[in-house]
């Protein structure tokens, strides 16, 4: 019986972001625990491989998540057409790394676009639909930047902190209309992202000594906080921010 409260089946998620990295890692292992996923992206070609990987349980909705109209449109148009999004995974998301000092103006803009005002975009025009059903999980991807920070990504960092108050806003907001929102914090992955750190010999020999697991994470190691959250099992946690991340928030 207890498991059956991690079971996904019969619910679907929308995915944002989920052509690779951790975004498809989460979809796929949405779609193991009974899920049918909906990836996506702003690259038809990227997401139909991604969906190839999953099968049947996927479908794509391509959208600008930075596009406030468009994505209004996009999910108010999916759920007429093929039903309720019951899960939100708020991935999309991007790095730029620069001294602050030389840091430009339209890079911060774009990251707060991408990483803050994407989680609000999509956040809003799926739950206006869960607020009519009474029931929903969204669940936003923070950062180990969400409450720490290290040299050349200060902006990368102030958006991850926003994310965080912001789900904690979602879930002041919501969680009376039967949502449960909250946040996965990832500490450092290989992925696509994190592409230029994983390639320095330094940085990951530093990375390894700082965490006290002593290694990058793997993607599919973010799946069962994932899980977790989408699920019954998490039916009284609202508003928290999970860190997955070896240990190194817990240690200096």
Sequence with gaps: MSLELFSLKGRRALVTGSSQGIGLALA????????AVVLNG???DKLARAAEQIGQQAAILAFDVTDHGA?????DRFE???GPIDILVNNAGMQFRTALEDFPADAFERLMRTNVSSVFNVGQAVARHMIGRKAGK???IASVQTSLARPSIAPYTATKGAVGNLTKGMATDWARHGLQCNAIAPGYFDTPLNAALVADADFSAWLEKRTPAGR???VEELVGACVFLASDASSFVNGHVL???GGITASL
């Design 28 to 35: 796929k292992g949405l779609a193991a625990a009974g899920a």
């Design 42 to 44: 702003r690259d038809g």
């Design 71 to 75: 994505v209004r449109e996009a999910v």
């Design 80 to 82: 007429a057409e093929s």
């Design 138 to 140: 969204i669940i936003n």
């Design 216 to 218: 990058w994470g793997r």
């Design 243 to 245: 860190y997955v991340d």
